[in-house]
């Protein structure tokens, strides 16, 4: 871990696992981004580019996060959605790296997913600004 980083916000989520099975059960990429904060290079996840219906869940759980339905092009290399699920994501501020954001994080298993800002589209103006690596994406039946 880097000077900034730090790992998975503390808090009684409803999965609970020792770090150790996380390890296990994460590629060492998305152990990084979801259990110690970390952020995949720009443009490097081909998330990015799916445009199919379906949901997109937490890599490190499987809880359904976004509907496809919500995801927009945001020009930033991340995929990006106008809105989470219900009950389906928690906020907390960072303030790393001399700034001060909105970090996402699962619901379920506190898993780290990106930032939200408000810059993006209506309804909402919000831009849920995800790391690929942390969502699996399923397509509709």
Do not use: I
């Amino acid at each position: 871990m880097g000077l900034f980083s730090k790992t998975a916000p503390a808090g009684d989520y409803p999965l609970q696992k020792s770090e150790e099975e996380w390890r296990r059960s994460l590629s060492p990429e998305a152990y990084r981004v979801l259990r110690e904060h970390g952020t995949e290079r720009a443009g490097t996840s081909p998330l990015n580019a799916e445009k199919r219906p379906g949901t997109f869940a937490c890599a490190g759980c499987d809880q359904p996060l976004f509907d496809a339905a919500t995801k927009f092009e945001s020009g930033t290399g991340w995929p990006s959605f106008w809105a989470p699920l219900d009950d389906a994501v928690g906020t907390t501020t960072d303030r790393s790296f001399f700034m001060v954001r909105t970090e996402v994080h699962c619901a379920n298993c506190g898993g780290h997913l990106g930032h939200v800002f408000p810059d993006g589209p209506p309804p909402t103006g919000q831009r849920y600004c995800m790391n690929g690596v942390s969502l699996r994406f399923a397509p509709e039946a």
